[in-house]
C-alpha cells in the first residue's frame, strides 16, 4: 500500500518547509492578497497538476487507469476554479471585493449548476476507474503524503 523509499524531490520539500517560515518574515503583507504572487503560484502548480494527470493518461495502457487519470485532471480543474472563485476573482472591483454572483448575468446563474455536473462527473470517473480497487493496486508514495499533509 506504501512505498517507503525515499526520492531525490524530497530534499526539495525539507529545504522548502523551513524556508517558508523564514521567508514570511520578510515578505510584504499584501503578497498574500487575493490575486497576489501566492495565489498565482498556487495556480502555476494547479495548472502542473492538470498536465501531469494529462500525460499520465496519455501514457496508460489501462483503460480503468485512464478514467482515475481523468478524474485527476477533473479535480485539479476543480481546485483551480475554486481557487479562482470560479471567475469572480478575475473581476476584482476597485475597492478591493468581488462581485456577487448575481452581477455575472448567465454565468451567475449556470455556474453552481455547472459545478456540481463536474462534480457528478468526477465521482462517476472514479466509480468507472474502480478507484477503490486502484488504491489497493498502486503503491503510495509515504513520503511524499506526510509532506502533503504537513
Same mark, same amino acid.
Given at each position: 500500500?506504501?512505498? %517507503?523509499?525515499?526520492?531525490?524531490?524530497?530534499?526539495?520539500?525539507?529545504?522548502?518547509?523551513? &524556508?517558508?517560515?523564514?521567508?514570511?518574515?520578510f #515578505?510584504?503583507?499584501?503578497?498574500? =492578497?487575493?490575486?497576489?504572487?501566492?495565489?498565482? /503560484? *498556487?495556480?502555476?502548480?494547479?495548472?502542473?497538476?492538470?498536465?501531469?494527470?494529462? *500525460?499520465?493518461?496519455? %501514457?496508460?495502457?489501462?483503460?480503468?487507469? %485512464?478514467?482515475?487519470? *481523468?478524474?485527476?485532471?477533473?479535480f485539479?480543474?476543480?481546485? /483551480?476554479? =475554486?481557487?479562482?472563485?470560479? $471567475?469572480r476573482? #478575475?473581476?476584482? *472591483?476597485?475597492? $478591493?471585493?468581488?462581485?456577487?454572483w =448575481?452581477?455575472? $448575468?448567465i454565468?451567475?446563474?449556470?455556474?453552481h449548476? #455547472?459545478?456540481?455536473?463536474?462534480?457528478?462527473l !468526477?465521482?462517476?470517473? /472514479?466509480?468507472?476507474?474502480? /478507484? &477503490? =480497487?486502484?488504491?489497493?493496486?498502486? %503503491?503510495i508514495?509515504?513520503?511524499d !503524503?506526510?509532506? !502533503?499533509?504537513?
Amino acid at each position: 500500500m506504501f512505498d %517507503k523509499r525515499f526520492y531525490p524531490h524530497l530534499w526539495l520539500l525539507i529545504i522548502y518547509i523551513p &524556508f517558508v517560515f523564514i521567508v514570511k518574515e520578510f #515578505l510584504p503583507q499584501n503578497a498574500a =492578497r487575493e490575486n497576489g504572487p501566492i495565489e498565482n /503560484f *498556487q495556480l502555476v502548480l494547479l495548472a502542473v497538476g492538470i498536465y501531469l494527470c494529462w *500525460q499520465g493518461m496519455k %501514457k496508460t495502457r489501462g483503460s480503468m487507469d %485512464k478514467y482515475i487519470w *481523468q478524474a485527476g485532471m477533473l479535480f485539479y480543474i476543480l481546485v /483551480f476554479g =475554486r481557487e479562482l472563485s470560479w $471567475g469572480r476573482a #478575475l473581476l476584482m *472591483q476597485s475597492d $478591493g471585493t468581488m462581485p456577487k454572483w =448575481r452581477e455575472l $448575468g448567465i454565468w451567475g446563474d449556470i455556474a453552481h449548476p #455547472l459545478i456540481g455536473l463536474l462534480i457528478a462527473l !468526477l465521482l462517476f470517473l /472514479f466509480w468507472r476507474g474502480r /478507484f &477503490f =480497487r486502484f488504491l489497493k493496486t498502486v %503503491k503510495i508514495p509515504m513520503w511524499d !503524503l506526510i509532506f !502533503l499533509v504537513l
